[in-house]
DNA sequence: TTAAGTGCAAAATCTTTGCAAATGT
DNA sequence: ACATTTGCAAAGATTTTGCACTTAA
């Protein structure tokens, strides 16, 4: 499926701002960063904001989901892209010297209960640590 | 075991930030935010920067261990703490509505396979939503 | 005494908001 | 044509840095 169609399936208008973004994640599959996205030549030249809100739209849309490590920084990730797909529901690993993160798919997360009354929206887990290619590098 | 014992056994100096902000962790058993921590009365006259500067201190000397939800704000949490301890290793409960964090303690964070390689430092999980008393506040 | 910690001011980020101009349907 | 989006400027919020003063050991 279409990066532009997906948008229109979802009643999104179909602005360079959003295709572009949306091509750059499914491309990626792994969440990517604010910076890392703004990076990349196709968005190189859409303003901070735009970026924001470009953002925040998929995210709402279901296209995007949002991923936040402990280092603070919102990734996105595209899914859902037919055999692009990126599930949302596996654990990713941050390496915290190179700012790098990655799907770890095929591992569900576990089920967890919660206090009694609450609503769950969802749920996410972030492995943390350095990555080999960093690691070799230090060496 | 005292909070002043704790920090002398870490070899940090024994000062009012650092015992006021450890003691209002461990009273806490769950995990605060920066905000929450200025808030309390015994540290309502510290200084932000001392604040985030014992925060780090305590983190890296183990006191205490930090939680990064989705919202993006940093949390910490006492652990080790005789009685009071907060084992650290049980996902978190985060409710987007009154921004409050809870330990989902008794549950243990599932082992995750990591791409070959890769140096893991630690993990966690932050399960998020609505908790019961947001919920009885919308209705 | 003296090395570590604190407070204040100021900078650096990251993120959001307001509003006029541009764009998609 | 009309509602949405975008870009720019500016405001907010959070976190970090530099430096002189204070404090614990």
């Not at 491309?27 to 953002?55: C, F, K, N, W």
């Not at 591992?107 to 919660?114: A, D, G, I």
Request: charged fraction near 20%.
């Amino acid at each position: 499926m279409d990066v532009r169609d997906m948008l229109q399936a979802k009643g999104l208008r179909r602005t360079r701002a959003r295709t572009d973004v949306l091509a750059i994640l499914a491309e990626a599959r792994r969440p990517l960063a604010h910076q890392e996205i703004s990076g990349q030549t196709e968005a190189a030249d859409l303003d901070r904001v735009t970026l924001y809100r470009t953002l925040t739209s998929l995210s709402k849309a279901g296209l995007v989901h949002q991923v936040r490590g402990v280092d603070g920084v919102h990734r996105f990730c595209a899914h859902g892209l037919g055999s692009m797909a990126c599930p949302g529901n596996h654990p990713h690993f941050l390496c915290q010297s190179c700012g790098e993160m990655s799907c770890l798919e095929g591992q569900e997360l576990p089920w967890v209960s919660v206090p009694a009354g609450a609503r769950v929206t969802g749920k996410q887990m972030v492995i943390y640590g350095v990555c080999a290619q960093c690691r070799d590098a230090e060496a």
